[in-house]
């Protein structure tokens, strides 16, 4: 359903468009969970630590592909949000057209290099073989994950953040059987699990396209809009090549706090790598309010109603707040557990402590994370892409050098508590600029 942000309450707006995104990505992250549970369980510990060895890999062109999403939900949501269907609809299809082809360059980009990303993070040998496999299998999925997140950012751009939801519920059922299919069935082990994800980023992107075209159709305009705009490329990357750039920089930011957990060994390794899990699923949430939020304020902003982007900032603030306590609650009682889904308690003992010890250290500050999200997110909505990049590469930035010059003080308890040190300062940073109203000059269209 689309849905015109620009009328009604913003907070009822807010709840409702934010809702689905959250639930919508929480089933997306089992993608990557489900992997790990499996792996963890059916294989074992150093398997699961082989997959986290990958991760930080991974993430890097997940990085991109979500970066390059941001940028197209911004121009096509100021389009909508001034009723300009002829754009919107065109910048719509320059999106899918552009971040199918990025998705087919990186994958290719990925396949070379892949084993020499590895490599430089220091892999250990005895978990290289099981890294490189599910790396090189996860980069053929690239071609399907930025044409979803493509697809992703025109639903969330035009409003409608329902049928995302009811895509990745399916999709996530269907990545967990053939897990088990593959890994306890056919004993496929670390492949299996890669093979998984990529038939499922695959169905997930081939059915949203299917539904996104016919929903396109349903608007009817009096010419028929190209299907690529060089100069809404332009606008496009102008967002979104800031957002990449910035997000690259961030993953390669994970390479290096992963290349610091790996001199620690395989135990620290599978801990970090459980519990960093956890505390992506739980900060999701709030990265969710978030990107709801930019949708809310870039519509606004092409709509010229600034004030409500104010009263879209405080409803968010509330829900994201709230959220924070709730999961900071439900890790410091229930942390242990969670990590159990992962490796066995009684047979990896060592590993569930570093995991808590991650856990208990970083769960304490989501309130503060979740701020800072808020006010970068407007920043990203509004089109203030400099002020934007500057406060989250700082907070990356500090979280980096922080890690490696307290590892030599306290060990690799340095990982987890400089992650609460680069909250702050993105916070502080945002929150000034957002504070400020410069980036109510932003606009893009």
């Known amino acids: 359903m689309i849905r015109d942000m620009t009328a009604g309450s913003p ?3 807010m709840v409702s468009f934010a809702l689905p995104m959250i639930l919508g990505n929480l089933f997306q992250q089992f993608y990557n969970i489900v992997d790990l549970i499996v792996v963890g369980n059916f294989v074992g510990a150093s398997a699961l630590a082989a997959v986290g060895a990958s991760g930080s890999a991974t993430f890097l062109f997940i990085a991109l592909s979500t970066g390059g999403a941001a940028g197209c939900t911004v121009v096509i949501s100021q389009f909508f949000g001034s009723h300009r269907m002829s754009e919107t609809k065109s910048a719509v299809y320059t999106t899918l057209i552009s971040m199918t082809a990025t998705g087919a360059l990186l994958a290719l980009t990925g396949l070379i290099f892949g084993d020499g990303i590895l490599w430089l993070m220091g892999t250990p040998q005895e978990l290289f073989s099981d890294a490189s496999v599910y790396l090189k299998i996860y980069t053929l999925a690239l071609l399907f994950m930025f044409l979803y997140n493509g697809v992703t950012a025109s639903f969330n751009a035009l409003g409608d953040s329902r049928t995302p939801l009811f895509l990745l519920v399916f999709t996530s059922g269907l990545n967990i059987a053939l897990d088990l299919l593959f890994v306890v069935r056919f004993g496929l082990a670390v492949p299996g699990v890669a093979w998984a994800t990529l038939i499922s980023q695959a169905f997930a992107a081939f059915a949203g396209l299917t539904i996104l075209l016919s929903r396109l159709r349903d608007i009817k305009l009096p010419d028929r809009p190209p299907l690529f705009s060089a100069a809404l490329f332009r606008k496009i990357y102008r967002i979104a ?12 930011g994970f390479i290096f706090v992963q290349t610091l957990v790996n001199r620690y060994g395989p135990v620290l390794m599978a801990g970090y790598t459980a519990a960093t899990k956890i505390d992506n699923i739980a900060i999701l949430p709030m990265l969710n309010v978030g990107n709801a939020l930019s949708a809310f304020t870039a519509q606004n902003m092409g709509a010229g109603k600034y004030e409500r982007i104010g009263r879209g900032v405080r409803a968010a603030s509330l829900m994201s707040s709230t959220i924070a306590l709730a999961l900071t ?28 010890d991650y856990l208990r250290a970083v769960s304490a500050f989501y309130i503060m994370m979740g701020m800072s999200n808020i006010f ?38 340095a990982i987890w508590w400089s992650l609460p040190i680069g909250w702050a300062a993105g916070l502080a940073l945002a929150a000034a600029r957002y504070a400020g109203g410069k980036w109510r000059l932003k606009g893009l269209i």
């Open 241 to 252: 090549l800031p957002s990449m750039i910035q997000q690259s920089i961030v993953s390669m």
């Open 376 to 413: 970068a997110s407007v920043l990203r909505g509004a089109g203030d892409m400099s002020a934007f990049t500057f406060c989250t590469l700082t907070n990356f930035g500090l979280r980096i050098v922080m890690a490696y010059a307290l590892a030599a003080k306290i060990g690799p308890a």
């Open 11 to 13: 907070v009822r707006t």
């Open 329 to 356: 609650a439900a890790i410091f009682l229930f942390g242990r557990e969670f990590l159990g889904f992962f490796v066995d308690s009684e047979a990896n003992a060592a590993v569930i402590e570093v995991g808590m």
